[in-house]
């Protein structure tokens, strides 16, 4: 299971720290679900469904565990593929739109929507250490 803590691999570059700056609520310890939605390109309705939570969560309950808890998943897929690219456009592009063949040509998105975020890690961790798919 995934330490939720360990938001960004440890060799991640810089851009990942940016990006994750961007994402901070101001003047609090946790992840606007607002910044996350704007600058992953998603719909409030869209980011909703991705955490599994109601969309009036995002603007009433930010502070929630459970939205909290996806985003940090969301974010480390995104920082690990940004480690493989060395782009965070191009991993968030990932994340959003291609279609991964081992799990039926759903993308990352649709997999961490259904509760399989260590499956993308698994999938990214095998990807760097040589597997082909």
Do not use: C
């Amino acid at each position: 299971m995934m330490d939720p803590v360990a938001v960004i691999p440890r060799d991640a570059p810089k851009l990942v720290s940016t990006f994750l700056d961007d994402l901070q609520e101001p003047r609090t310890p946790y992840i606007s679900p607002t910044r996350f939605a704007a600058r992953s390109g998603l719909s409030h309705n869209s980011l909703a469904r991705l955490a599994g939570v109601h969309r009036n969560t995002l603007r009433l309950n930010p502070a929630s565990e459970v939205l909290q808890g996806r985003l940090r998943e969301m974010i480390r897929i995104i920082a690990v593929a940004a480690s493989a690219t060395g782009d965070i456009e191009k991993a968030l592009y990932w994340f959003r739109n291609e279609p991964i063949a081992d799990y039926r040509g759903m993308t990352a998105a649709d997999l961490v929507a259904e509760g399989h975020a260590a499956a993308v890690l698994t999938y990214l961790d095998d990807l760097t250490n040589g597997a082909t798919g």
